[in-house]
């Protein structure tokens, strides 16, 4: 598990940098989760680390294979100085952690769905899972474990989660896209959905 994290980190520097902050949060019954914050310029990245460290488990299964399944750290990126987004970090931990809470395989496509704002005031409770390998590269592992993913988190509105629940996934990136959505904007308002 260590070594897995240890090599997790050195692919978050190699990708993001120093982080300049780290925080840790511990749940009863799970691994203890971190978020690292990088800065890059006007943006913020929030990673998580220790979500990775075990497989995540199909829920149907009797036994968790302790070796085999998909792996995924969660990153977060948002406009520096906007909002008081540092409040995102336990958020971000509860997400991490509900593999081994709730039994959930977290991928792309999927949403996440915390019940309150991702940080103080935020217009978002809800996060769009999206396709890994663009900010930071899956990182191999020795086989037979998978990979670990790198998944972006896109924060959604409660009308742009209802929306993709009754559209899908690529409907809503493809309604962001072509309204020129600032999916960074910790203030952002609800893409139109007519």
Known sequence: MGE???????????????PDARAAVTFLGTDR???????????????TLGMSAQPMADPTAVLADPV??????LVLSVRAGLADTDQVLRPLAVLAASPQVEGVIVAPGA?????????PGAPFSSVLVAESGGLVEDLELDAPMDPVRFLPLLPMTPNEAAWKRV????????????????????????????
Not at 68 to 73: D, H, Q, S, V
Not at 111 to 119: A, F, N, V, Y
Not at 178 to 193: E, I, K, M, W
């Open 4 to 18: 897995v994290l240890a090599l997790v980190e050195a692919r978050l520097r190699t990708a993001l940098g120093e």
């Open 33 to 47: 989760m971190e978020v690292l914050r990088f800065v890059d310029g006007d943006v913020i990245r929030y990673a």
């Open 68 to 73: 085999k399944g998909p792996r995924a750290e």
């Open 111 to 119: 949403s996440l769905d915390l019940g309150e704002p991702l940080w």
């Open 167 to 194: 559209k899908g996934a690529q409907e809503l990136q493809e309604r962001w896209l072509t309204h020129g959505t600032d999916l960074r904007d910790p203030l952002r308002a609800s893409v139109p959905l007519d």
